[in-house]
């Protein structure tokens, strides 16, 4: 991965209460890591010999925007970047279920319009996800 042209980036909606917020950055970042294998770096070993599990190779900076925002730049990055970046969502439907093959069943028979966006990541180009994200501020 050459990691001078690709940048990732979390937008959070700032409106959730701290353990939501939480939650979704932890669902994105598995995702993320699933989805982009090699984000993560290899395995390192400390002085004693003891293996530390790779972490990611580039910065992911949590953003902040409102549901509505979050929403509109998903629109946005699926119909005019799809080929560039990869988007990943955590919806308000993925939220509810507790059961996997729940969100599966509740999911295809929702349109993407009616989703309520809790957070979403974007990896790709950083030129284009500067662009798109440049003035968000972060979480805080």
Do not use: W
């Not at 729940?102 to 996800?129: A, F, P, V």
């Amino acid at each position: 991965m050459n990691c001078t042209d690709k940048k990732c980036v979390i937008i959070i909606d700032k409106e959730l209460p701290l353990g939501l917020i939480a939650n979704t950055s932890a669902i994105l970042g598995c995702t993320l890591g699933k989805s982009i294998g090699s984000i993560v770096g290899e395995d390192v070993s400390d002085i004693g010999n003891f293996p530390h599990k790779g972490i990611v190779k580039i910065p992911i900076p949590i953003l902040s925007s409102t549901k509505n925002k979050i929403r509109d730049l998903y629109t946005i990055v699926k119909e005019k970047y799809s080929k560039e970046i990869t988007i990943i969502d955590f919806n308000d439907i993925a939220q509810k279920c507790k059961i996997y093959d729940d969100y599966i069943q509740r999911l295809s028979c929702t349109d993407s319009s009616e989703l309520n966006y809790l957070g979403i990541c974007l990896y790709g180009s950083k030129k284009t996800i500067t662009s798109l994200t440049g003035s968000l501020p972060t979480l805080k």
